[in-house]
């Protein structure tokens, strides 16, 4: 859901060649945790969670993602110009399905 609206936004505001290319670029930055889950740093403005949330970036994106051996459930994908308080919000208004 979170990749559609970035790929509408740059599809608009740029090109669909840039919206692609950094759809894939995020999606491929993803293919490390198949192998090494725990390889990034836990996400500091979520340390005080029940569960522990980690992230990896690409460009101006914060790709926030929790580890339940053997599962990596990405959580967010967040562009980091916007406020961070912005992903304390989403994690406590999904936290059901989180």
Do not use: H, W
């Amino acid at each position: 859901m979170q990749l559609e609206g970035i790929y509408s936004y740059y599809k608009i505001k740029a090109t669909i060649v840039i919206a692609r290319k950094l759809i894939k670029a995020i999606i491929t930055k993803t293919v490390i945790l198949e192998s090494n889950p725990l390889v990034v740093t836990s996400e500091p403005l979520l340390a005080e969670r029940q569960y522990e949330y980690r992230f990896l970036i690409e460009k101006n994106y914060k790709i926030i993602y929790r580890y339940n051996d053997p599962n990596v459930k990405i959580i967010l994908v967040f562009d980091c110009r916007q406020n961070p308080v912005k992903i304390e919000r989403f994690i406590d208004s999904n936290s059901t399905n989180l």
